[in-house]
């Protein structure tokens, strides 16, 4: 409804009233996930939108994976490669694994300062609410995703 839109909206980023509306909604959301972590995928320790709030990380749905995953046709290893030869990886424990393709999945951290001549004067650290952590150089803003910066 209009009156639930606006009362999200008139929430002021990380009051408590803003952390009990983003996870009352994640825990909503959590009915949707599948619990992979007997196949070697963790379960978050954050809900969906807490943690695109916090570090950036973005959730996804799934597009055959999780079947995949279930079947063993996808074999998830948290492992650190070795090496990779014709039809096999190795990895630092010394095991092995046949493979036809091997996908890193390592996460994302924003590096805008990597496409933006004046860094300094359009990003900074430490705030909070942008989606990727406190560590990371975002656009600054006036706290409500306005720039700041004419």
């Known amino acids: 409804s209009e009156e639930s839109a606006f009362a999200d909206w008139s929430l002021h980023y990380g009051t408590d009233a803003y952390w009990n509306q983003v996870r009352s909604k ?3 959301m959590a009915s949707m996930a ?3 972590s007997n196949h070697g995928i963790a379960l978050p320790s954050l809900g969906f939108s807490e943690a695109n709030i916090r570090y950036g990380r973005i959730g996804t749905f799934d597009q055959g994976a999780i079947a995949m995953i279930r079947s063993g046709r996808i074999k998830v290893r948290r492992a650190r ?3 990779l030869s014709a039809g096999e990886a190795c990895f630092e424990d010394g095991s092995r694994l046949p493979v036809h393709a091997v996908v890193l999945a390592t996460g994302f ?3 805008l300062e990597d496409f933006i001549a004046e860094p300094e004067r359009f990003l900074e650290s430490g705030q909070e609410g942008k989606g ?3 560590s990371y ?3 600054r803003t006036d ?3 306005r720039s700041t910066v004419d």
């Open 132 to 134: 990727c952590g406190v």
């Open 81 to 83: 490669i070795a090496s």
């Open 26 to 28: 994640d825990a909503k």
């Open 109 to 111: 951290q924003p590096k």
């Open 137 to 139: 150089l975002t656009p």
């Open 143 to 145: 706290g409500r995703g």
């Open 34 to 36: 599948v619990d992979l």
